[in-house]
């Protein structure tokens, strides 16, 4: 269970960082938990979406929010940002290779210019709100046991690294929030620690201050989950996974809402502090509550039909909107904002419309989609040609311009 955690991190980060052209000690709850509805004692209940063509109203969309980068160089989408206002990306032009952010339209900010333009990559990143502050994380080799370093960076001048490891766990998905940043990391014996560090030292001057360890375990990297930042860990025996959270606002532990708590053996898990949507194997109802030992729920169990489960607040327990299908298989890298809910397969990148429960595929083939605080990000080759000749195509758009997929009329 150890390695199988850490190991869909691994995964997760390789799809989304490395190659998306084709990417101390337990503490007991002392937060006020979250008012939770009681958890579902049966099977999840089954309302699946349907398959829609993408429409010409998304293409023209996308195409007309396509990024293109400064003549001669090849970009690769890391992170979108709220609403399309900023997309950070890596830029190479075969001599140099850098990290740099897009602010709404304007020419690439460089953030930093690796040392070694063949061995460093972006893994992932993050923005404040006010788009000042850009934490970012790059793996220091072509593995994803290699070396990494995160780094945060002032767009009025200044940048210090945060952080270095050597030791294997999950790779770092910085999240900025209120003034700090927020990240994961191994610490040894399978184990990995969620940190902290304020974006900016305390006085003009001041040496930094060390990270702040927050929670200690067999864990994911963090996301943000509107005021929670919630992580996938496993339990003490290594026979099953849940979910965990702290509030970013006490930075102590807290509870989920309705009835995240008693999940177990999910994965892929994304929110966006409303919605949650997760990846469930079949015939594993996914709770506590439905008589299976943690051993019989174990993850990946042989023969069994990934789904997507989501739950939304007010819902009385979580639904599974996709299953049996080609969208279906090998789902992974599971994104939210709002109405809309991305996800990547070995073949391809696709959305799901909470608005008409219709899903589109959304990339030609390969590629991948990130739909995230108001914006959709979609990145895939634009042709057939691989390597560093390969046309690369970043498009972002404000996913309040997309109207609602259409449901096919076959749909029940």
Request: aromatic residues 8%.
């Given at each position: 269970m150890v390695s199988a955690l850490l190991g869909s991190s691994l995964l997760v980060l390789a799809g989304l960082g490395c190659s998306p052209a084709d990417r101390t000690g337990r503490t007991e709850p002392t937060a006020a938990p979250v008012p939770s509805a009681s958890a579902p004692s049966g099977p999840t209940p089954v309302r699946a979406a349907c398959e829609a063509p993408l429409?010409?109203?998304?293409?023209?969309?996308l195409a007309a929010g396509e990024f293109h980068a400064p003549s001669g160089q090849r970009a690769?989408?890391?992170e979108v940002g709220p609403r399309a206002?900023?997309?950070v990306v890596q830029l190479s032009d075969g001599r140099s290779r850098?990290?740099?952010?897009v602010e709404d339209a304007e020419a690439p900010r460089t953030l930093l210019t690796?040392?070694?333009p063949v061995e460093h990559q972006l893994l992932a990143a993050d923005v404040s709100a006010d788009g000042r502050w850009t934490a970012f994380a790059v793996l220091e080799g072509r593995t994803l046991d290699s070396p990494w370093s995160l780094y945060v960076q002032d767009a009025e001048g200044g940048m210090r690294r945060l952080a270095r490891s050597t030791l294997p766990g999950p790779l770092p998905q910085p999240v900025v929030r209120d003034g700090s940043v927020f990240w994961a990391q191994g610490t040894g014996r399978g184990r990995a620690t969620i940190f902290t560090s304020p974006v900016r030292p305390p006085g003009s001057g001041d040496a930094a201050?060390?990270?702040?360890?927050?929670?200690?375990?067999?864990?994911e990297a963090p996301f943000a989950a509107g005021g929670l930042l919630a992580w996938r860990e496993a339990s003490a025996d290594g026979r099953s996974t849940k979910l965990s959270a702290l509030s970013f606002a006490t930075l102590r532990p807290a509870g989920l809402p309705g009835p995240l708590a008693a999940l177990r053996n999910l994965r892929s898990p994304a929110s966006d502090g409303t919605t949650w949507a997760w990846v469930e194997e079949g015939g594993n109802a996914g709770n506590a509550g439905d008589g299976a030992g943690a051993g019989d729920a174990g993850e990946g169990r042989e023969g069994a039909d990934p789904r997507l489960v989501v739950w939304r607040q007010g819902q009385p327990a979580p639904v599974a909107r996709l299953s049996g299908a080609p969208a279906a298989e090998g789902l992974d890298q599971l994104r939210i904002s709002g109405e809309l809910i991305t996800w990547r397969t070995?073949?391809?990148a696709y959305a799901l419309d909470l608005r008409s429960s219709a899903y589109t595929r959304i990339t030609p083939q390969y590629g991948y989609a990130q739909a995230r605080a108001g914006a959709l990000a979609v990145a895939y080759q634009g042709d057939r040609a691989k390597g560093p000749d390969a046309r690369s195509v970043i498009q972002v758009v404000r996913a309040d311009r997309l109207p609602r997929l259409?449901?096919?009329r076959d749909c029940g």
């Open positions: 429409p010409e109203s998304w293409r023209s969309a690769v989408l890391t206002r900023w997309t850098r990290a740099a952010v690796f040392t070694d201050p060390a990270p702040r360890a927050l929670h200690s375990g067999v864990i070995p073949e391809a259409p449901k096919p």
